[in-house]
């Protein structure tokens, strides 16, 4: 009898374990659910994050890590964001081929002072010195700059005198001729976007004060590069304008580059030097690096941008430095050229607002004075309106061919 009664207690006794057990197991699957640990086909992949930096970590979406700057002390907080929502579907930019003699139409309605009225004063009968000094007000006025105006109108006037009469279709292929000349055609206008040596991103910089239109000359250079077969990652190192990164994140977004921010008021050489790093992690052909663009605090804005340079070259050489001039300001952008120059070695200009301006000479001016090329210019305000500048269309539209 006392056997049975133990085998029955040991039989109760292990329906209670197991039943323990199995409780036990089915709370454990419930708080992994609870801990989100999805099945491997639910869980958001690696190319769904975005890095940040600087910026405060949530509770569920972020992690955090640091990084220091090569030869400094200085650390550096990186901070990872998974993407909270689907992507949006992605636009097509433009092929960025032909988009200036798209917009050739926008330039000569906004040049015909230049190209209309130096075609009306040479067709006069007479070219006497009044005409002439009328023909070097409206170069004047065109902010070509007095050394290009004396060299053309010089050319000219040798030009008309060995060719006697002057019909309007030969005045306007003179002209033509004479301005390409000083616009330069055998200038090389290629952004470098590639590095030469295949080794990690090319890595531009675009530089230039706050109002010219940089940021989102750097969105819209994106689109240009990713049109032409680039991959991009574009560097939000505009830190002290509030607006600046979400502005240029929106224009990443819109094509799938990726975008290295910081929290505002952060260092912009470091945001600089981070999003060169994720650039060579992701294996993108090039890094896009919009810089500050006005004074803040004790710091100067030559000083930061030359300390960027300086902390970006410890990945490599910076291949392109673009400088964003508004074409309106005429000779008062040749004064921030020149300014610039002085800090960092600018291997291109961006001429935006082009459209805007009956100044077209700015080209040649600017030419002139830093010594580098025109290699893109602004022509309106939608996304693909940016074009990579095209001597002979751009003479075309100005004496209206």
Do not use: C, Y
């Not at 640091?66 to 200085?74: F, I, Q």
């Not at 002072?113 to 006069?124: M, N």
């Not at 991009?232 to 819109?254: C, K, M, N, P």
């Not at 999003?275 to 803040?296: C, E, F, M, P």
């Amino acid at each position: 009898m006392d056997g049975m009664v133990d085998v029955i207690i040991g039989v109760i006794a292990g329906v209670l374990f197991a039943s323990l057990v199995a409780a036990l197991l089915v709370r454990g699957g419930r708080s992994r659910r609870a801990g989100r640990l999805l099945p491997p086909d639910e869980r958001r992949r690696p190319d769904d994050l975005r890095l940040k930096l600087g910026e405060k970590p949530g509770e569920e979406d972020r992690g955090s890590a640091t990084a220091t700057l090569p030869g400094t002390s200085d650390s550096i907080a990186v901070e990872v964001e998974e993407a909270g929502k689907p992507p949006a579907a992605l636009e097509a930019p433009e092929p960025s081929a032909g988009r200036l003699v798209r917009l050739r139409s926008r330039l000569a309605r906004s040049n015909t002072a230049v190209g209309k009225g130096l075609l009306g004063l040479l067709s006069r009968d007479k070219l006497d010195e009044d005409t002439w000094e009328e023909i070097e007000e409206v170069l004047l006025t065109s902010d070509l700059g007095i050394g290009p105006t004396q060299e053309l109108v010089e050319a000219l006037r040798t030009r008309t005198r060995v060719l006697g009469t002057r019909t309007p279709e030969d005045l306007r292929a003179l002209l033509k001729e004479e301005l390409l000349k000083l616009v330069d055609p055998d200038l090389d206008r290629t952004v470098r976007s590639l590095r030469t040596d295949g080794e990690g991103p090319a890595v531009v910089l675009v530089a230039g004060v706050n109002g010219v239109g940089k940021t989102t000359t750097t969105g819209k250079l994106a689109r240009v590069l990713i049109a032409d077969g680039r991959s991009v990652v574009l560097g939000a190192a505009d830190t002290f304008r509030a607006a600046a990164a979400d502005q240029l994140e929106t224009w990443g977004d819109r094509v799938g580059a990726t975008t290295v921010r910081g929290a505002e008021g952060a260092d912009p050489a470091s945001v600089a030097f981070e999003a060169v790093r994720k650039a060579k992690d992701l294996g993108v052909d090039t890094a896009l690096i919009d810089t500050a663009g006005r004074l803040h605090t004790k710091t100067g804005l030559m000083d930061e941008l030359g300390k960027v340079k300086r902390v970006v070259e410890k990945h490599g050489p910076v291949d392109e430095v673009l400088l964003v001039l508004d074409a309106t300001t005429g000779q008062n952008g040749l004064v921030q050229a020149r300014v610039f120059r002085e800090v960092v070695d600018i291997t291109g200009i961006a001429l935006t607002k082009l459209d805007g301006t009956a100044k077209g000479g700015i080209v040649v001016a600017v030419q002139r004075e830093l010594g580098v090329p025109v290699k893109l210019v602004g022509l309106g305000e939608g996304a693909d309106d940016l074009a990579p500048f095209d001597p002979a269309a751009f003479v075309d539209a100005l004496v209206g061919i």
